[in-house]
T-cell receptor, first 112, second 107 residues
């Protein structure tokens, strides 16, 4: 039982490049979330999926898109990376929306 | 704007003491509150959830909620060096996290 997994663990991009961060959970949770964490700013919600087939914007959605591929998988895409998107990205899931969340190990992204 | 505020610390306590971590929030409609612990370079892990006014105890941890005053706190009894981490308060009305309080427990 792996919980929440994320790939890749580390990534370096040049400005303007695109990439997709992958997230999967094996806890049969309905809701999934993407956060970014910057020093001194805590976790900020980028997008979430309350249930399979739905996605909604969070606090900081600009520059990102998401896809809820199925109940297990929720991906985050950066279409044209910018240095301001340098951050640590966490995926999380919960049984129902707003309930206790369980986090993946994170992806450390640097955009140069 | 809805806010979750925590004292960033660092908070330093001696081993065996009680560590007290506080969090205030601005949205009176908030119903669910969580405390997470995050070790340096790791992901947040859930410690406690609390939904009703009053205290909730789990081992050495006690969460306290006062909705009228809009604060939630976490007490860690018999603090251990292994408790040294950043503690994040989360208010799950609109998925807002505080910036975290860094706790250091000195042997």
């Amino acid at each position: 039982n792996a919980g929440v997994t994320q790939t890749p663990k580390f990534q370096v991009l040049k400005t303007g490049q695109s990439m997709t961060l992958q997230c999967a959970q094996d806890m049969n949770h309905n809701s999934m979330y993407w956060y970014r964490q910057d020093p001194g700013m805590g976790l900020r919600l980028i997008y979430y999926s309350a249930s399979e087939g739905t996605t909604d914007k969070g606090e900081v959605p600009n520059g990102y898109n998401v896809s809820r591929l199925n109940k297990r998988e929720f991906s985050l895409r950066l279409e044209s990376a910018a240095p301001s998107q340098t951050s640590v990205y966490f995926c999380a899931s919960s049984e129902v929306f707003g309930d206790e969340q369980y986090f993946g190990p994170g992806t450390r992204l640097t955009v140069t | 704007q809805k806010e979750v505020e925590q004292n960033s610390g660092p908070l330093s306590v001696p081993e065996g003491a009680i560590a007290s971590l506080n969090c205030t929030y601005s949205d009176r409609g908030s119903q669910s509150f969580f405390w997470y612990r995050q070790y340096s370079g790791k992901s947040p892990e859930l410690i406690m959830s609390i939904y009703s006014n009053g205290d909730k105890e789990d081992g050495r941890f006690t969460a306290q909620l006062n909705k009228a005053s809009q604060y939630v706190s976490l007490l860690i009894r018999d603090s251990q060096p292994s408790d040294s981490a950043t503690y994040l308060c989360a208010v799950i009305f609109d998925m807002r996290f505080g910036a975290g309080t860094r706790l250091t427990v000195k042997p």
